[in-house]
């Protein structure tokens, strides 16, 4: 079943949908925006420097889901020998990479009014920092070797290393003393955030996610386009 990935069967299918989704990113991030910036409440304490919290929030989520995928990824290409898995985590991890900087600089901006300072090796800032390190490692190692199969293995250790990372940023607060507070948000349990800060947030996190889908299928099919190019009808 793994095998049968073809390139040019998926182009057809992926070259299309770009202009879909950032037709979709458009509308949800005005929405989005609209309600954080205008519509959602002051924090009794922070006053209007909790809105960062609509970037820095999402951004942060979608860094440490798109890590996740790469290690399932990277699994998977271990396990079915499929190249294609490489292809999709070599195009996913540029807007991964991107959301974790965007995670630390708006993480850091937030820092100064609430904490009074830019920067603090708190347990979960520090995380995230070696996961952003994580994913400049794993990109650079796309750019440095040329073996497609050497690079392949390298990437996937890279990742499946990090990975361990993952529940250390996400149990951080629990395990040490840290100035973040406690997950607001919870499935299993009681959520304490506000709805009315939950709604902004939760749709600027569906702007995110199209946003980094976007990447993706553009960085995806640039990459089909390559494989194309070298005469080759199957991965």
Do not use: C
């Not at 050497?150 to 607060?173: A, D, E, Q, R, Y």
């Not at 959520?191 to 996190?205: F, G, Q």
């Amino acid at each position: 079943m793994f095998n049968s990935f073809e390139p040019n069967k998926i182009f057809s299918l992926t070259s299309k949908a770009p202009k879909y989704v950032l037709f979709l990113f458009i509308i949800v991030l005005t929405i989005g925006l609209t309600e954080a910036l205008f519509l959602s409440p002051e924090d009794y304490k922070q006053s209007d420097a909790v809105r960062i919290m609509y970037v820095h929030v999402p951004a942060a989520w979608i860094a440490l889901g798109i890590f996740s995928s790469l290690a399932l990824l990277s699994v998977g290409s271990f396990v079915f020998k499929n190249k294609n898995f490489a292809l999709i985590s070599k195009s996913l991890a540029p807007s991964g990479f991107i959301f974790n900087i965007i995670a630390l600089v708006t993480g850091s901006i937030w820092g100064k009014p609430t904490w009074g300072t830019w920067w603090a090796w708190d347990a979960r800032i520090t995380s995230m920092l070696i996961l952003a390190l994580f994913y400049g490692m794993y990109l650079l190692a796309w750019r440095v070797y040329e073996d497609q199969d050497k690079v392949i293995k390298i990437t996937s250790m890279i990742i499946i290393l990090g990975v361990i990372n993952v529940p250390i940023i996400k149990f951080s607060v629990d395990w040490w003393n840290t100035l973040h507070q406690p997950a607001s948000i919870n499935i299993l349990s009681n959520t304490s955030i506000d709805v009315a800060m939950l709604i902004p947030l939760s749709i600027m996190t569906a702007a995110f996610t199209l946003f980094s889908l976007l990447i993706f299928l553009m960085k995806y099919n640039t990459e089909l386009v390559k494989v194309k190019n070298k005469g080759l009808d199957r991965l």
